[in-house]
């Protein structure tokens, strides 16, 4: 196609997109009770060859042709790597100073038993030919514990906040959990990426390129981005000046972290948590949420769902396997979860509330097989099986947590009901990842 042609279709995958994605987003709201964003996550599967194309193939192949994925590609990219950035600015440090003994027995249980899990399936799996070529048995089980361990912070954090329970033990040891399990499983991603495909050298390169960077970034970044977030304060607002140096150091970042060969999330999710607070964080996240939320996320679901075949788990077998994904997924993270909890203090509704706020996988999980079906790391097959892992795991969520926890602490009086009024007005903080 020409460079016209793929303007044409690409204005017309955009509104096609955007109005599946906002009206299965406000349907899921409105009947089902989730985040309009879990709605957009199902959208990106029904305009994929799941639904659309099995129904209409001519015309969900003329509207999304081959020639156009690499643009929708690129959108993608930019969506998810804003997102990480948004997240990192949200990332609140304080959570890891108080109850950090219950904090991390929480998180290295919900690692761990994910681990444990994976390390049964990974053999398994790769025998029956789900994972890329050249994948060994070390690389299968890491990346199946990262995929199983990764939790969906943005979505806790909200059920916590819209609650009323950031300061309450569950509050606390969910954020702090959280944000432990998303480090280390991040960090177990960023090794398989760095020890695949390339040989040691490219490894070294990976491995020594990423420490370098957040190294730097930790303990030199606060110092030299803090006169960006002065010149905010001076301004009482962040002006166009101060945001094209922001964008052009989430660029920056987000180049680096593809240059050594992990990938352009981490750059973002860096700097966001190195970026100074206050107005210049406050500000930056308000101008351009919007534009991720509602125009990049979406490609990037769409972007997944068009890689999503449900129609490849078409023999009773590969049924069998997503169960036994599902199953084991759900009770090494939510089971490990509350046992952990329980065995460092908390009342049963407590670390019941803990296991299913920590076992939903969210947008997190899709960014991750993403990433493994770009690289090669998972097969197609393997791809839409973990698409159906996330979903399931989290549309769990709410209700989950709402029998296990919310209808008790109700009854005592510590939780109050959700005040849709209170809506703080944050997208990304009803985003499930």
């Keep these: 196609m020409t460079a016209a042609e793929l303007s044409v ?8 997109i955007i109005a599946v994605s906002r009206l299965v987003g406000w349907l899921a709201k409105k009947y089902l009770g989730q985040p309009q964003v879990v709605g957009e996550m199902i959208a990106g599967v029904l305009l994929g060859p799941s639904l659309f194309g099995l129904l209409a193939p001519d015309v969900q192949h003329m509207l999304f042709p081959k020639d156009s994925k690499s643009v929708l590609y690129v959108g993608a990219q930019l969506g998810v790597g804003l997102y990480m950035f948004l997240v990192g600015l ?6 890891f100073k108080s109850n950090a003994k219950s904090a991390a027995a929480v998180s290295l249980s919900g690692m761990a038993a994910p681990f444990l899990v994976a390390v049964a399936l990974a053999p398994w799996l790769l025998n029956l030919g789900l994972f890329g070529k050249g994948i060994d048995t070390f690389q299968a089980t890491l990346f199946m514990g990262a995929a199983i361990s990764i939790t969906a912070f943005p979505m806790l954090a909200r059920i916590i906040h819209e609650r009323g329970l950031s300061r309450t033990p569950l509050g606390t040891l969910s954020l702090s959990a959280g944000a432990i399990d998303d480090a280390g499983a991040w ?9 695949f495909g390339g040989g040691p050298a490219v ?7 990423g420490l370098v960077f957040v190294t730097f970034m930790i303990t030199l970044g606060p110092k030299l981005l803090a006169p960006l977030g002065r010149w905010a304060e001076r301004e009482g607002k962040v002006t166009p000046n101060i945001l094209g140096v922001v964008v052009m150091l989430f660029a920056l970042c987000a180049w680096a972290m593809d240059a050594v060969g992990i990938h352009a999330v981490f750059g973002g999710f860096i700097l966001g948590t190195v970026l100074p607070r206050g107005v210049l964080s406050r500000e930056v996240k308000k101008q351009l949420e919007p534009f991720a939320v509602v125009l990049l996320l979406p490609m990037f679901f769409t972007f997944s769902g068009l890689h999503t075949q ?3 788990v078409n023999s009773v077998s590969l049924v069998a396997v997503t169960l036994v994904i599902l199953a ?9 979860c509350w046992a952990a909890a329980r065995l460092t203090g908390q009342d049963n509704a407590t670390a019941c509330g803990i296991g299913a706020l920590m076992n939903a996988r969210g947008l997190m999980e899709l960014i991750i097989i993403n990433i493994g079906l ?13 698409v159906l ?12 947590f709402e029998i296990l926890y919310g209808k008790a602490a109700r009854a005592r009086g510590e939780l109050g009901a959700l005040d849709e009024s209170e809506d703080d007005g944050s997208e990304l903080a009803r985003l499930p990842a």
């Design 328 to 336: 084991g997924s759900i009770l090494a993270k939510g089971g490990a």
């Design 310 to 312: 449900l129609t490849m």
């Design 9 to 16: 279709v690409f204005f017309l995958q955009m509104f096609v």
């Design 203 to 209: 490894a070294i390169k990976a491995i020594v390129g």
């Design 389 to 400: 892992m996330a979903i399931i795991t989290t549309l769990m969520a709410s209700p989950l």
């Design 90 to 95: 949200g990332f609140q440090a304080d959570h």
């Design 187 to 195: 960090t177990v991603l960023a090794i398989v990426l760095a020890t």
């Design 374 to 386: 770009q690289k090669g790391i998972i097969g197609p097959a393997l791809f839409s099986m973990l």
